[in-house]
């Protein structure tokens, strides 16, 4: 009988000790495994933030707010604005990758039957407009209160094209790639209703649905139509300028900045500060790291633990590793030296125990993969979960195309980290199996049955 049967028929024979071995083996690989992706995932995370579009600082004029006779609040309007020359000197102070101007207004449509609100009527049917570079950088999208679920969002090569609310789509049976004529419209109140300020349009503008978005919240406010979230139209810049509502190159809205490196928010801040051209007295600036800096302080805290637990579990499963085969190859002392004494050669006797230990820990390491993609999931969703910030890439600002991080994909190591990892435990493995056989093998056959005895 070969090394080879041998070791097979104590595989099959002797299966208290073959479970007891795959299960240590089988956990170990396990947690090792997650303990790497946790790792590897705070890292990744951690640089993806940094070097994310998830950091910003906005400027918008200040505006008058009081209370009218009737104790509601008023805005006054200021006139305001921020033009594209101040716009051009802000990007000028350098390090700053994109900026995303708003204007606001109001449409009507004939095809749009909005969703009503209060005070609805045929005369007030209209909703608020929002008009911008990038739609992906709008606040709703950014802090992921609305989404978009058709299409594509708008980007600064766009003209003409506007997204639409889910439940306005489904209202008016519109979808991606529908056209409509938009009018100009102005929000106002007048004894005790809601009316348009223009009466007689003049102007009218054809756009293009390029996506549709969904709510994340739910308002249930009392707000005239136009206030109503789902009215809310986001469009290219052109349109409002077509509709009259606004003047090319002036923004009275927020102009939002948006920079590479949150650690770097401050100076660059201060420097736009020191601006002379923009009037600090009737505008503000405002900063937001997307808590940039608790995510950040969390996965260094989360990544330093892991670490640690790395080097414990290591260093522990390697010492029990040892110990378990030490003990294992210490009990198979007589079979050594009976097979010794039947003329089987040393190395016959030391690979049949090596090929025993490595073939039931290929099995488990196999098995411990599998269950190793379950484990990570659960860690994602519960270690990385509300850490998870928006992250902004290239394409969803520059194409418009949208895509959602999947928090799982971080902890997925690589098909070489994973081998690399498993390799390690084969030979922690077969060292432990070959040192433990050699404090055997050195013994004569008279000297390892007399020690047994």
């Given at each position: 009988m070969n090394f080879t049967q041998r070791a097979l028929l104590y595989i099959s024979r002797k299966k208290g000790k073959t479970v007891s071995l795959f299960l240590v083996v089988f956990v170990v690989a396990v947690f090792l495994i997650s303990c790497f992706g946790v790792l590897n995932a705070s890292e990744r995370l951690s640089k993806d933030i940094r070097t994310s579009l998830g950091t910003a600082?906005?400027?918008?004029?200040?505006?008058?707010?009081?209370?009218?006779?009737?104790?509601?609040?008023?805005?006054?309007?200021?006139?305001?604005?921020?033009?594209?020359?101040?716009i051009d000197e802000i990007m000028g102070t350098g390090e700053i990758k994109y900026y995303n101007p708003i204007n606001y207004g109001f449409a009507k449509s004939d095809a749009i039957q909005f969703i009503q609100g209060d005070k609805h009527t045929a005369e007030n049917n209209m909703g608020k407009v929002t008009a911008l570079r990038f739609s992906a950088l709008a606040?709703?999208?950014?802090?992921?209160?609305?989404?978009?679920?058709?299409?594509?969002?708008?980007?600064?090569?766009?003209?003409?094209?506007?997204?639409?609310?889910?439940?306005?789509?489904?209202?008016?049976?519109?979808?991606?790639?529908?056209?409509?004529?938009?009018?100009?419209?102005?929000l106002s109140e007048a004894d005790g209703a809601y009316i348009d300020e223009i009466p007689v349009k003049t102007a009218y503008v054809q756009?293009?649905?390029?996506?549709?978005?969904?709510?994340?919240?739910?308002?249930?406010?009392?707000?005239?139509t136009a206030g109503v979230a789902d009215n809310e139209i986001y469009a290219s810049l052109d349109i409002l300028d077509e509709l009259h509502e606004c003047e090319a190159g002036i923004y009275t809205g927020e102009v939002d900045f948006y920079i590479t490196d949150p650690a770097k928010l401050e100076s660059i801040t201060r420097n736009v500060q020191l601006l002379q051209s923009i009037d600090w007295t009737t505008h503000f600036i405002r900063t937001n790291d997307f808590q940039y800096s608790k995510i950040a302080d969390q996965l260094s805290s989360l990544g330093d633990l892991v670490k640690i637990l790395l080097v414990l579990a290591s260093v522990v499963s390697t010492a029990f590793l040892t110990l378990l085969l030490t003990m294992r190859m210490r009990g198979r002392m007589q079979e050594a030296g009976i097979l010794l004494s039947a003329g089987v050669s040393k190395g016959q006797i030391m690979a049949g125990f090596l090929l025993e230990v490595l073939s039931v820990a290929i099995i488990a390491l196999i098995l411990s993969y599998i269950a190793s993609l379950g484990v990570t999931g659960f860690l994602g969703h519960s270690l990385f979960g509300e850490l998870q910030p928006n992250l902004l890439n290239e394409e969803t600002i520059t194409a418009g195309i949208q895509n959602s991080l999947q928090i799982e994909n971080y902890l997925k190591l690589g098909a070489i980290e994973t081998l690399l990892i498993y390799l390690c435990q084969l030979?922690?493995?077969?060292?432990?199996?070959?040192?433990?056989?050699?404090?055997?093998?050195?013994?004569k056959p008279k000297e390892i049955l007399s020690k047994h005895e």
């Open positions: 600082f906005y400027i918008r004029a200040n505006t008058e707010v009081s209370m009218n006779e009737n104790g509601e609040t008023q805005v006054k309007e200021n006139n305001i604005h921020i033009s594209q020359k101040e606040p709703n999208f950014a802090d992921e209160t609305a989404v978009l679920v058709a299409g594509k969002h708008i980007t600064e090569t766009d003209s003409g094209r506007i997204l639409i609310s889910e439940q306005l789509a489904t209202t008016n049976h519109l979808s991606v790639g529908d056209t409509l004529m938009l009018t100009h419209a102005s756009v293009e649905v390029l996506g549709i978005y969904k709510l994340n919240i739910e308002d249930t406010s009392m707000k005239p030979a922690v493995i077969a060292v432990s199996t070959l040192v433990s056989s050699l404090a055997i093998m050195r013994l």
